[in-house]
């Protein structure tokens, strides 16, 4: 009697998670487009938006810095427990480490020229003023270059993507070929960078896509590639599923909403060889300890999801708290192994001043609060049947190893129908376009030509 149990229990277990994945029903239809307002009050009474395309300048004034640097000098530090490395989140030693640097040699008027070394723009698009840095490339007579939108996600911002912008706006002189030339357009989510928040719930991914479906529209874009991780990668993802007759093609560094095959997961426990080839294997097995340090690492997912708000009134008030806060998913999103080590790997592994600049554009324009709320508007995606919809659009993937979900290529392709490309990277974690730029622009390259030979 003591195996039926068991068995039975499986077997339940395998058909709620064949009905829950969708295998005994069709892929549902993309929803339609639809239209927005996100700015304060009623669309009718709003005064008419101004959909010029301004361009602005980063500033950091001295008011700021004389603000940021009290803050700084008066934080309160408490004493770190003996022995815990990284595993109880970001040392206090560590951060007084990094306030003296902030305080007395992070050069704010150097960064402050380093940020506007690409151009920023700012037009409203349902309600919203939405930034985004603009990098035209240099072009020789009859020389054209591919539109390519690329999106950031929590806790990155427009930021990230500042090392692979050269690599694909100027591939002759940094590894690549003349065919390889982009114009770049770097989005900020709203809620995020320069961009204005929303004033309505409801903003989440899907509304973003057509947001910035329309900026590119605006730029006199009709055909364009798409490029994200993070929620980067779910907007775009959006992008290729509402929009595909203008997503030439979609790449991501991160397939995160798409639900895996649960009977697999299940029986796979046991017998793996029956569904994922061996290279395969660790990315989701042994299931139980990979879900319980998604658990350890996602406690931040739960907060923001249900009460951003709370958390967001300590985060814009005190720069050492924001800090800690972003440092922690740069250390472990980047290498969870980090965790065993002092500074979290962070001294090593990252440029204090490519840290802090990211930091900065969410200190500077105050808006931790609502870039945190992209969750809560988001969670619902997570069990919505959008995930069932396919992806139709050429598509490619860079799997990064250190990234946290890695999802299969043969599960990948269950949603992206046409994963023209699947590479799984050298090395790399989470936030790829900063940390492993060459890699992905690389990847990025190498898809494109793929998509440019396909049949018109």
């Not at 929009?243 to 697999?264: F, I, R, T, Y």
């Not at 139980?288 to 997912?301: C, K, V």
Request: net charge neutral.
């Amino acid at each position: 009697m003591g195996w039926r149990w068991p068995l039975i229990l499986s077997v339940l277990a395998v058909v709620a998670g064949l009905y829950l994945s969708g295998t005994f029903s069709e892929p549902p239809t993309p929803p339609p487009l639809g239209d927005g307002w996100w700015g304060r009050g009623d669309r009718e009474k709003a005064p008419k938006a101004d959909e010029s395309i301004r361009q602005f300048s980063v500033s950091i004034n001295n008011d700021t810095i004389n603000d940021l640097k009290a803050r700084l000098r008066n934080t309160r530090h408490f004493e770190g427990l003996e022995g815990t490395k990284f595993h109880y989140g970001v040392r206090p030693e560590y951060m007084q480490t990094v306030v003296k640097y902030w305080l007395n040699k992070y050069d704010f008027k150097a960064q402050e020229k380093y940020f506007n070394k690409y151009n920023h723009y700012r037009t409203n698009i349902e309600g919203l003023d939405i930034h985004f840095v603009h990098v035209k490339p240099t072009l020789k007579p009859g020389q054209k270059s591919k539109p390519l939108l690329i999106s950031h996600g929590w806790p990155g911002s427009f930021y990230e993507f500042y090392k692979i912008l050269p690599l694909l706006t100027d591939p002759v002189n940094n590894g690549g070929t003349a065919e390889d030339i982009f114009e770049v357009i770097c989005p900020s989510i709203p809620g995020f960078g320069y961009s204005e928040a929303s004033h309505k719930t409801g903003m989440g991914a899907l509304a973003v896509a057509r947001i910035f479906g329309k900026l590119m529209s605006r730029l006199g874009h009709n055909r364009y590639y798409v490029q994200g991780g993070d929620w980067g990668s779910a907007i775009t993802t959006f992008m290729g599923l509402l929009l595909p007759e203008h997503v030439k093609g979609l790449h991501v560094n991160m397939v995160g909403n798409s639900n895996p095959p649960m009977a697999q997961m299940i029986i796979g426990s046991y017998f793996p060889s029956l569904f994922l080839p061996a290279e395969d294997h660790h990315k989701v097995w042994p299931a139980i300890p990979m879900f319980f340090d998604m658990l350890l690492e996602s406690g931040y997912f739960h907060l923001q999801a249900t009460k951003p708000d709370t958390i967001g009134h300590s985060l814009t008030d005190s720069p050492v708290g924001l800090a800690a806060y972003i440092l922690e998913k740069f250390s472990t999103a980047t290498n969870k192994t980090w965790r065993d080590l002092e500074d979290g790997g962070l001294n090593d592994g990252w440029q204090i001043d490519d840290l802090l600049n990211n930091i900065m554009v969410y200190w500077m324009n105050g808006n931790m609060a609502s870039a945190m709320r992209f969750y809560k508007e988001n969670v619902g995606l997570f069990v919505d049947d959008i995930n069932k919809c396919q992806i139709k659009v050429p598509s490619g993937v860079a799997d990064f190893p250190c990234e946290l979900p890695n999802l299969p290529e043969k599960w990948t392709r269950y949603r992206y129908i046409n994963l023209l490309q699947y590479n799984t990277m050298a090395r790399g974690g989470h936030f790829a376009a900063l940390e492993e730029p060459q890699l992905l622009a690389e990847d990025i390259r190498i898809f494109v030509r793929k998509v440019e030979t396909l049949p018109k």
